[in-house]
Every structure is written in structure tokens, then in C-alpha cells.
């Protein structure tokens, strides 16, 4: 029995040593990875953005340091530079990462905020100077950013343009690829159509230039003599507004 009670006495001794001597436990920590420091960088630059944000994403996205492990806790974050939200293209962004108000870490962000939408494309290939048809089109999902100035805005608006060069199928058709078909020619006989408040005139004359709808084109009055100037409304049709 004393050789049994030495022992247990023994083992409790090193169990209160370990107890006694053993490091104080650590406080929990958590781990911001580089996905959840993108989501970060998307809430705090979309927030501001004018655009639809289910049309935006944050691409190339880089982050120093690439993770961070913070004490568990509050988090929020201050930013510390102007990011200019209401524009697209190249971002960086440096925050402050607080933990129960107190800072911890600052990170240094960086991605790219692109627009995409759907938008006018090809359905397949269209050699240059082919006059477009409503089967040539099509709508697909794109990244606009750096040339939404320049799209087509529907498949009716293209419709009788004549491709400037040749598309491959699934090209994104821009104003540049395309123009309108012509009018009035030089040497036409047009009707001009002078407009003044509720009042309108006719008269005949000579077209000097060419132009598509909305064009201004150098018309010759043949009751004046006159040269002036007026937009082409159709085909044979020019208009003089006073």
C-alpha cells in the first residue's frame, strides 16, 4: 500500500508540474486568405460603383500580403487612399485591417474592375463590305471596359450598315467595323424639306456630297441657285431646319 500511494503521490506531482510549468494557452487566431481578401477588396470598391454591380468584376486581383492571420474579433477596415469607384480599368486600394477597433494590418490591394454586358456580336463571319442582316447578329455577354463609347446599341440599329472590315464570328461589332449605306449620292435629285416652327416648305435641288441618315450633306436649291446645308432624313429626303 505505500509503495502504491508513493506512486499515485508521484504521478500527481508531475501532473501539477506540467500544469504549473506548461505555456499559457494561445488566443485564437483566424486566417483571411487571398479569396476572402478579394471579397473584401469587391465589397469595398463596388459599393460606390455607378454601375450595376451583377455587370462588374474584379479581375487580376493581387494582394500584399497574400493572407493574414489576425486574433479573433471585430474586424473592420479602413481605407486609406481614393480608389475613384465611378471609373473603370486598373484599381489599388490600401486598407487598414482593424481588429475590435484596434489596427493590425495594413494590406495592399490591387485588381482590375471590368464592366461586361450583353452587347451586339457577330453569329459568324462577315467579310468586309457586307451589307448586314438581322440573321448576321446576335447578342452574347462581353467585357466592355475601354469601349462601351463605341458599341452598337442594338441589333435593329445595325441592320443595312456595311461592315468596314472583316469580322470573325462572336466579334463584338463597334462603330468603327461598320457604316451607314448612303442616302443621297452626289448628283441626286432630292426633295428639301425647310422647317420652321410649324411650318414647312418643299423644294428641289442637287445633292453635292453624299451621306447616310443623319448626315449633313451639301444640297445645290434649284429655285435659289443657293448651296446650303441639310441633314439626310431617307432616301431622296433632306432637311433644313430654321
Known amino acids: 500500500m505505500v509503495q502504491t500511494h508513493r506512486i499515485t503521490t508521484s504521478i500527481w506531482l508531475t501532473i501539477i508540474s506540467l500544469i ?24 469595398l470598391l463596388l459599393a460606390e460603383a455607378p454601375w450595376d454591380q ?19 474579433g471585430k ?26 477597433g484596434i489596427p493590425h494590418q495594413k494590406i495592399k490591394m490591387h485588381g482590375v ?12 463571319r462577315l467579310r468586309r463590305n457586307t451589307i448586314i442582316s438581322e440573321d448576321d447578329l446576335t447578342l452574347a455577354r462581353r467585357k466592355i471596359t475601354g469601349f462601351a ?22 466579334a463584338v461589332l463597334l462603330s468603327r467595323y461598320v457604316q451607314k449605306q ?4 452626289r448628283g441626286d435629285m432630292v426633295t428639301i424639306l425647310v422647317t420652321s416652327g410649324r411650318l414647312k416648305i418643299t423644294a428641289q435641288g442637287e445633292a453635292k456630297t453624299k451621306g447616310a441618315e443623319g448626315d449633313m450633306v451639301k444640297v445645290k436649291n434649284l429655285t435659289s ?14 432637311e433644313v431646319e430654321l
Open 182 to 185: 448612303p442616302l443621297v449620292l
Open 54 to 72: 451583377n455587370d462588374l468584376a474584379i479581375d487580376q486581383f493581387t494582394c500584399k500580403p497574400s493572407y493574414v492571420k489576425i486574433p479573433a
Open 20 to 43: 504549473v510549468l506548461a505555456p499559457a494557452a494561445q488566443a485564437v487566431e483566424i486566417t483571411l486568405d487571398h479569396d476572402e481578401l478579394q471579397t473584401v477588396f469587391q465589397d
Open 149 to 170: 463609347h463605341q458599341l452598337i446599341p442594338s441589333i435593329s440599329a445595325a441592320v443595312g450598315m456595311k461592315t468596314t472590315k472583316t469580322l470573325g464570328g462572336g
Open 225 to 238: 441657285r443657293r448651296i446650303i446645308s441639310a441633314r439626310v432624313i431617307d432616301r431622296g429626303l433632306v
Open 113 to 124: 474592375l471590368n464592366l461586361y454586358e450583353d452587347v451586339v456580336v457577330t453569329s459568324h
Open 75 to 100: 474586424i473592420t477596415y479602413t481605407v486609406l487612399n481614393q480608389i475613384h469607384p465611378q471609373y473603370l480599368g486598373s484599381k489599388t486600394l490600401s486598407i487598414m485591417l482593424n481588429v475590435d
